[in-house]
């Protein structure tokens, strides 16, 4: 009677043991689960994220205050790459392009000059084609003293003239043909007047909003 009962909890014991390694055996494979479901959605995440950012977002850094007050140094924004997609560039939009210098970096500007305009800086007035009145330009932060007078350029078929809003220290299209021959890419700065202007394919999107260190919709200028 006492073997019997000896064999019985060994047996009671086996089984025990048994239960234990396969509940021991399905914690693992639930845990390797989990952690297969926890991979799916990073992956999933960073491809979505890959996506938005080659295809629809362009993500921004800016490094100086040549867009004040609109945006100010240390901002990060969104532009829409799909937004010139299905229409052209409009006067006064805000854009992130490739800078026709060092395509390597991006800028941030306005819209100023459209594709076969003339437009000429007289006096910190901007005026278009042949007309006598001046642009509005109510983005302005201040009075522009710097660099304000005696420019006419004549933009290219497919291209745009891009200037800053904070004149009085935007590195923008009034200084592109100079830097261009001071870094050695054109003989002059005659030469370097091709650099001055943003063919359509280098304009990356239309700035959208800034995300740090605050939200803010970035609603340009209009008429």
């Not at 009962?5 to 639930?30: C, H, P, R, V």
């Not at 010139?84 to 800028?107: A, Q, W």
């Not at 004149?167 to 299209?173: F, I, Y």
Request: hydrophobic share 35%; glycine share 4%; net charge negative.
């Amino acid at each position: 009677m006492k073997k019997k009962l000896n064999e019985e909890l060994k047996n009671e014991d086996k089984m025990d043991g048994t239960k234990q390694a396969q509940e021991a055996e399905e914690e693992k494979i639930s845990l390797w689960k989990e952690l297969l479901s926890w991979v799916e959605i990073i992956v999933v995440a960073v491809l979505i994220s890959l996506f938005l950012t080659k295809v629809v977002l362009v993500n921004a850094l800016v490094p100086s205050s040549s867009m004040e007050t609109l945006i100010s140094p240390g901002d990060r924004l969104f532009g829409n790459r799909l937004t010139y997609k299905f229409k052209d560039p409009e006067r006064f939009d805000v854009v992130i392009f490739k800078y026709p210098v060092d395509e390597d970096e991006n800028y941030i500007k306005r819209v100023i000059g459209l594709p076969g305009e003339t437009v000429t800086i007289e006096n910190a007035k901007v005026y278009i084609n042949d007309s006598e009145t001046p642009l509005e330009e109510n983005y302005l932060p201040e009075e522009w003293v710097i660099e304000n007078d005696g420019f006419v350029f004549e933009v290219p078929e497919d291209c745009y003239l891009m200037l800053g809003d904070n004149r009085n220290v935007s590195e923008d299209a009034r200084y592109w043909a100079e830097e261009a021959y001071e870094q050695g890419l054109a003989d002059s700065v005659e030469d370097g007047e091709s650099y001055t202007y943003v063919s359509r394919d280098k304009i990356l999107g239309k700035a959208m909003f800034t995300y740090w260190p605050h939200f803010q919709l970035l609603s340009d200028y209009e008429e």
